[in-house]
């Protein structure tokens, strides 16, 4: 049996860089070697251990100039916006989590390998043709490529509840409402926003804003005969954390309800036990922030009309059910030789 440690260096400590850092420190097969951020040492530390969402940590947590101590643990800290400068070999990275929301391409990410990290997990959908991968659904695909990237969390909940519904009764397009938490790529107030999404000028607390979303064509990646047959629209609602997946699927045949959550049942006990997870109880988003699966399927909410419609109801906290999977899929890639 493989004993290394996994030798993990994080860049950008937002929202999903640190849900992943309190994963990691509680799993004895990690080590968090490294961080690197643009805000200071002292927020970090304090950001680490104190969350608004989750618990907050019981260990000691302080700075002693660019070290972060985490009870007995060092972490060296950085403040560097240019990867080129950061000397990643000295720290013996196996695996960089980039969790910046800034380094999308291959390229992007080259100069981390450069600087001697082994290889780079992207906490989102590249925007070229990286690898992609999903936790549970391909993950032992993995053939060790440097840099990958570990989809959105919308995809992670969507495409293993798609794999279950087209292995079964064959999709043939769909619609996806995301009713998403609002995330610190909007503004707690109306104001100008750095992006070209005028929308995203509006308040993330006062609104329900519908955001254009990548879903689709990172859902499309992994059914490629859906690709242009899918659309999906992140509805961004006032709350800090979980999403309410509402989706519409057109099927090949007609099936009834009780078929299809028979199937869920079915493979969420068996092939998809580690991913996503089943409800009959009724519950609203907060019942589900640091719940640990990729989606969890509201089985009251499954729904047929018509000849061929699927509806299908999920929850998901996008934050820390997200980060679960960049770490279940850190340790694939850190493991790999
Ligand atoms: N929040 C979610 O629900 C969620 C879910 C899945 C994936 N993601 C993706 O994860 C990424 C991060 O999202 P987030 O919600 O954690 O955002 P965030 O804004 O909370 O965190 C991003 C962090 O990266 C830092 N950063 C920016 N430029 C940097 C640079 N050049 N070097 C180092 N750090 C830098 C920022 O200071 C910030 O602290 C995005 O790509 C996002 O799409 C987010």
């Known amino acids: 049996m493989n004993k290394k440690r996994i030798r993990v260096f994080i860049n950008g400590f937002g929202r999903i860089g640190r849900s992943t850092a309190r994963i990691i420190l509680k799993e004895s097969s990690f080590e968090l070697v490294g961080i690197n951020d643009l805000y200071s040492y002292e927020q970090m530390a304090y950001l680490l251990k104190y969350d608004s969402l989750y618990p907050a940590l019981p260990y000691s947590i302080k700075t002693e100039g660019d070290v972060l101590f985490i009870d007995e643990r060092k972490v060296q800290l950085f403040s560097e916006s240019n990867p080129e400068k950061m000397d990643l070999g000295a720290l013996d990275v196996d695996v960089v989590l980039q969790c910046s929301g800034m380094f999308l391409t291959v390229e992007a990410n080259l100069p981390l390998i450069r600087n001697g990290a082994k290889r780079v997990l992207v906490s989102a959908p590249a925007s070229d043709s990286m690898p992609t991968y999903i936790y549970?659904?391909?993950?032992?695909?993995?053939?060790?490529?440097?840099?990958?990237?570990?989809?959105?969390?919308?995809?992670?909940?969507?495409?293993?509840?798609?794999?279950?519904?087209?292995k079964y009764f064959g999709i043939q397009g769909a619609i996806m409402n995301m009713y998403h938490s609002y995330t610190s790529y909007q503004n707690l107030l109306d104001n100008s926003h750095y992006s070209m999404d005028i929308r995203r000028t509006r308040?993330?607390?006062?609104?329900?804003?519908p955001l254009i979303s990548s879903a689709a064509e990172a859902t499309a990646c992994f059914f490629p005969h859906l690709k242009g047959r899918m659309s999906a629209k992140s509805i961004r609602v006032p709350i800090p954390a979980a999403t309410l997946y509402d989706l519409t699927v057109k099927l090949n045949g007609r099936y009834t309800k009780e078929e299809v959550n028979f199937r869920f049942e079915e493979e969420v006990r068996s092939i998809y036990a580690d991913i996503l997870d089943i409800t009959n109880t009724p519950g609203g988003a907060d019942n589900y922030i640091q719940n640990p699966y990729s989606a969890v399927i509201n089985l009251p909410f499954t729904d047929v009309a018509g000849e061929n419609l699927l509806r299908i109801s999920a929850w998901q906290d996008n934050e820390y059910g997200?980060?679960?999977?960049?770490?279940?899929?850190?340790?694939?890639?850190?493991?790999f030789s």
């Open 203 to 209: 308040s993330a607390t006062q609104n329900t804003i």
């Open 136 to 166: 549970g659904v391909n993950h032992e695909t993995f053939e060790g490529e440097y840099i990958v990237s570990n989809s959105s969390c919308s995809a992670n909940a969507i495409v293993p509840i798609f794999k279950i519904v087209d």
């Open 322 to 335: 997200y980060a679960k999977r960049v770490v279940d899929m850190a340790k694939i890639i850190g493991l």
